[in-house]
């Protein structure tokens, strides 16, 4: 199979949970999901969730089981803002911070960051 166009996705929308579909009909697979909190005060704290997408050619179920209890913090659909952007359904704003090709393979890389509340008072 050719290699397709490099085209950034410009719509993921969730096919089963770590699975997203783009608007070419092009498969990606949640392949890390990481979790970051800083401390901004002593009252506030700031949530970053990162997530990488594989473009893949079928899913893998099994694949996912490390993550299936986290995948439920991911939107159901992500759409393109700018390009350095994407929104999700509930209107949080996901930084892209890498998009690339490596071994025939397309990945992106979003970020969302949120401010939280300290939950302990």
């Not at 997203?20 to 704290?45: C, G, P, S």
């Not at 995948?71 to 949080?92: E, G, H, I, M, N």
Request: hydrophobic share 35%.
């Amino acid at each position: 199979m050719a290699a397709g166009p490099f085209l950034i996705p410009v719509t993921l929308t969730r096919e089963i949970p770590g699975y997203y579909k783009d608007e070419n009909q092009r498969l990606w697979i949640v392949a890390t999901l990481l979790f970051k909190t800083d401390h901004l005060a002593d009252d506030m704290h700031r949530v970053s969730v990162t997530v990488r997408l594989c473009q893949v050619g079928e899913c893998c179920a099994e694949f996912l089981s490390q993550f299936s209890s986290s995948l439920a913090c991911l939107p159901s659909v992500w759409q393109k803002d700018s390009d350095f952007s994407y929104t999700d359904k509930d209107s949080r704003f996901w930084i892209k911070t890498a998009h690339y090709r490596t071994e025939g393979t397309l990945h992106l890389t979003l970020r969302m960051q949120t401010p939280l509340g300290d939950e302990s008072s």
